[in-house]
């Protein structure tokens, strides 16, 4: 009887001392310190840095919201400034069964100082519902800004450049996925006499067609540009190359080209006064604002050139409020400003750099809006 009791009394401090243990294990730990802006190390998640900072993985979409620049959470890139700011209450409506973005971290080269980014974005007072950005004069462009900005080509354009650059192919890869990234292997058909070791590509691929919002005329097809490889052993009619930068997933068929590392871009007037329009957005936003990528229907023919600043401006019609003369007049309001990375013949893509208002296709660029 007496061992009994015994038994009974283990039992019952074992289910005590478990049930302690339960609890204290089942308290949250105390988040680390949230800075103002956080520098995006290699490695790091939305969902490990919304655990890291605010003690809940799944604020990763509030986090993810409140950086505009940042077009896809499972993609996020070393060197990258990411705005925190104060902790926000985390969505009970977020559904917690869905694959949280596990981003795989590519080795790009960070901005020339994180600091001076991190910095420009905290002077700048960006808020997580507000739109506004850095003075264009302080703002950064950095080098995976210009390399994974793409660009309109038409189809005469398209059929030239591949002859002229002797455009390539991804055909296969050491594993066998539906996509691919950094830092996997894959083979192009570029071989003996066409490439050798250290030979760098962009990979790109070109998608939609692009209509011109006003005069309904084919302009041509985006190019996106998805990574940059580096050919590392060649065989008689093939490469094996390894992707060492990735802007978005790389398939097998996309194309390659020859790798041309362009300069990043100083801010600059235009040496003309020109006029144009916003004529598409980079991955098809509808709401445009601060760091989307934008297309514009002029180019070099137009004297237009990289690190031009323009004006973006939308005109409203006001009806005049007089009952017998009821006139209607055009008033233009600049709504934001942007900066060219690219210049092809006939457009350009270019970067918001600041934005008080919701930005949209159709809208105009100005250098002095009239």
Not at 18 to 31: D, Q, R, T
Request: overall charge negative; charged content about 25%; aromatic content about 10%.
């Amino acid at each position: 009887m007496a061992r009994q009791r015994k038994n009974w009394l283990f039992i019952s401090l074992f289910s005590v001392f478990g049930a302690i243990g339960m609890l204290l294990y089942s308290l949250p730990l105390e988040a680390e310190q949230a800075p103002s802006v956080y520098i995006v190390q290699e490695g790091d998640t939305l969902w490990d840095i919304s655990k890291r900072f605010f003690n809940s993985p799944f604020i990763w979409p509030t986090l993810w919201e409140k950086n505009k620049h940042i077009k896809d959470p499972q993609w996020i890139y070393s060197g990258q400034p990411l705005l925190l700011g104060e902790k926000r209450p985390v969505d009970d409506s977020f559904d917690r069964s869905a694959d949280h973005p596990s981003a795989r971290i590519v080795k790009a080269s960070p901005p020339k100082s994180a600091d001076s980014s991190a910095a420009a974005l905290v002077q700048s007072g960006v808020q997580s519902a507000d739109t506004s950005a850095p003075e264009a004069s302080e703002y950064l462009i950095t080098r995976e800004q210009v390399d994974s900005c793409g660009y309109i080509l038409s189809r005469q354009q398209m059929l030239a450049r591949e002859k002229e650059e002797q455009w390539g192919a991804v055909i296969d890869a050491r594993e066998n996925k539906i996509s691919y990234s950094y830092p996997d292997l894959i083979y192009i058909n570029k071989g003996k006499g066409q490439v050798s070791p250290g030979a760098r590509f962009t990979v790109f691929r070109p998608y939609d067609l692009v209509i011109h919002p006003e005069s309904g005329q084919e302009i041509g097809y985006k190019i996106q540009i998805l990574g940059i490889i580096e050919v590392r052993e060649v065989f008689e009619q093939i490469a094996l190359a390894q992707i060492i930068k990735s802007f978005s997933e790389i398939h097998l068929n996309d194309r390659i080209r020859p790798y041309e590392q362009i300069p990043i871009p100083v801010r600059s007037k235009p040496k003309t006064k020109l006029q144009g329009m916003v004529i598409a957005s980079e991955d098809g936003r509808i709401n445009l604002s601060f760091h989307n990528i934008v297309f514009l229907d002029q180019g070099k023919k137009q004297k237009i050139q990289a690190g031009n600043c323009f004006s973006i401006y939308r005109q409203d019609i006001v009806d005049s409020l007089q009952e017998r003369d009821q006139q209607s007049e055009t008033v233009n309001e600049v709504i934001g400003e942007l900066m060219v990375l690219k210049a092809e013949d006939d457009t350009s893509a270019a970067l918001i750099t600041k934005s008080k208002d919701a930005i949209a296709v159709g809208y105009r660029f100005s250098a002095q809006p009239e």
